[in-house]
T-cell receptor
Framework: DGGITQSPKYLFRKEGQNVTLSCEQN?????MYWYRQDPGQGLRLIYY???????QKGDIAEGYSVSREKKESFPLTVTSAQKNPTAFYLC????????????FGAGTRLSVL | GNSVTQMEGPVTLSEEAFLTINCTYT??????LFWYVQYPGEGLQLLLK???ADDKGSNKGFEATYRKETTSFHLEKGSVQVSDSAVYFC???????????WGLGTSLAVNP
């Protein structure tokens, strides 16, 4: 089955720790995205990548980093510089065609210990 | 600039009631419009879309019509079910770039 796999489903971070959220897709999509979802705030774009080895900051990139070494993979690192990391993180991917329909993973819920 | 405004929730309905979730937008050019749905504990999935004025998107009994004159894309369903309980997001893709602009989401709870 084609789709987007995010792991882990739940993640806990200690003070001063970096954590990495995994996102893998087998849809052969060129573009991938990371969103943060907080209650009552909708989706906010963290980073996006339209092609391998290239990515751009979204609206709330501070305290986060990404890499795009393979087409299938777009991991997100939440660094210790992100002071309020508790949120639901969603990864998405899309073709580069005109409609840009985004397909989402099931999400990772990150909490701070 | 580009923006999407959705009616605030939560919306609570009884089974078989009529549903409307309002969505209005501001955009330059000719955006495409989308409704996504998020079931509890899951990611989002596309519900329907419309790419030009007067297009009607439809799926699973839901409909929305792209109204350029009122800059709206309201979501409707004639008879909701308990299984429709979810959060609904309106989004637009501006004509001049690829990034989606999201509304804040509207939570719907349908009681039996």
């Amino acid at each position: 089955d084609g789709g987007i796999t995010q792991s882990p489903k739940y993640l806990f971070r200690k003070e001063g720790q970096n954590v990495t959220l995994s996102c893998e897709q087998n849809l052969n999509h060129d573009a991938m995205y990371w969103y943060r979802q907080d209650p009552g705030q909708g989706l906010r774009l963290i980073y996006y990548s339209q092609i391998v080895n290239d990515f751009q900051k979204g609206d709330i990139a501070e305290g986060y980093s990404v890499s795009r070494e393979k087409k299938e993979s777009f991991p997100l690192t939440v660094t210790s510089a992100q002071k309020n990391p508790t949120a639901f993180y969603l990864c998405a991917s899309s073709l580069q065609g005109a409609e840009n329909i985004q397909y989402f993973g099931a999400g990772t819920r990150l909490s701070v210990l | 600039g580009n923006s999407v405004t959705q009616m605030e929730g939560p919306v609570t309905l009884s089974e078989e009631a009529f549903l409307t979730i309002n969505c209005t937008y501001t955009a330059t050019g000719y955006p495409s419009l989308f409704w996504y749905v998020q079931y509890p504990g899951e990611g989002l999935q596309l519900l329907l879309k419309a790419t030009k004025a007067d297009d009607k998107g439809s799926n699973k009994g839901f409909e929305a019509t792209y109204r350029k004159e009122t800059t709206s894309f309201h979501l409707e369903k004639g008879s909701v079910q308990v299984s429709d309980s979810a959060v609904y997001f309106c989004a637009l893709m501006p004509g001049n770039n690829r990034k989606l602009i999201w509304g804040l989401g509207t939570s719907l709870a349908v009681n039996p």
